[in-house]
């Protein structure tokens, strides 16, 4: 593998591993690997260090402990929640969602339809927002849940679920929101955001990948997706990932005693890298609305340059960038996200999404906005015209998804 320095603009893809995260969970890997179900100390010892991992985590998104499972990703949550709700409410085959969601969703939604059930994918605006009339009306008497991501993994833009949670709840259907890109960036309050069901993921907010974690709100029923033992009180079955679940633990913590600092210092970085693009690129504009936004995100199209070739070159100089979301790289279509948002395909597939986090420094955003204009420039250069573009658009992705 190579280790040469690394410029990290690709945090909502995922995030280092914080050195605190490594130093909890080395003790669970090399000395303490019994199976917390055991009945003798070797094992059962390792409960009480779950349960503080538990409670760690809860505190990030003030939640009574025992309202949250552990799965094995933010995917797993974002599929749990949405079976659960089919599965409590019978008779109830609709499920109301967005055209902006993770692929964790949206694939899992369609594998619904194909199954039997309807979805309804919300359009957004073009500034991605969402209508809130139109979600309202789109709720029927036979919607099961409602589930709408908080905060856009490619744009950045942020949902309204405070009041997409009330209407829900006016309306007597379930709600969940995917927040897994909010952690370390916005306040985190399931009390007063009042959804049913919350995912998160660890490895976005610099633990390990390979742990995630579902909020179910007390009272709310829930039929485990993954059925085993009776591991997390017999809502997901599986021996837990004890070291990753105290790295999540760990984690949470740190996310919490960073998240105002760390908020105004990212977003400063961020402004500077998206203006300084803006001004000094011709022929640039961001994608998505500027507020409400996370604070680390910004999502470019450079004109009449294809990302993927962009990206190629940021690579050749150290820079870590994505296109899309990174679950999406590699596949040929334009990102959905920018789709749904009305951009053309041309704009969409010259989109580059730039994602900061606690690690960057202002000389990383230096080094970007040195490395940048040169390679647009370049690639401008010897830019065909647009038609030969769009006839390129179906050449091979320069990297499949398991080399990034
Ligand atoms: C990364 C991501 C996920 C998926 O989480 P995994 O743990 O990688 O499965 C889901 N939703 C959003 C918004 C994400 O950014």
Redesign the pocket.
Known sequence: MTQQKTFYFDN??TTRIAPEVVDAILPFLSNYWGNPSSVYRFGNQLIQHLEDARSKVAALINADPRELIFTS????S?NSAIHSALMTTPGKCHVLTTAVE?S??INFCESLEKRGYEVTFLPVESDGELDLHLLEKSIRPDTAIVSV?W???ETGVIFPMEEIAAICRSKGVLCHT?A??TPGKLKIDVESLGVDFL?L?A??LHAP?GI?LLYIRRRTKYLPYIIGGGQERGQRGGTENVANIIGFGRAAELALSKLEDENTRVRTLRDRLENSILDAIPHTVRNGAKEPRLPNTSNIAFDAVEAEAILMLLDQVGICASSG?A?TTGSLDPSHVLTAMGLNAERASGSVRFSLGIYNTSEDVDYLLKKLPPIIAKLRAVSPSSETQSANSHRKPVATRDQR
Do not use: F, L, R
């Not at 990703?73 to 797993?76: A, H, P, Q, V, W």
């Open positions: 909502n893809a990703c933010g995917t797993e974002n993770h964790s969703n991501m905060a856009n993994n995917d897994v890109q995912s993921s490895h976005k990948k995630g979301s679950c």
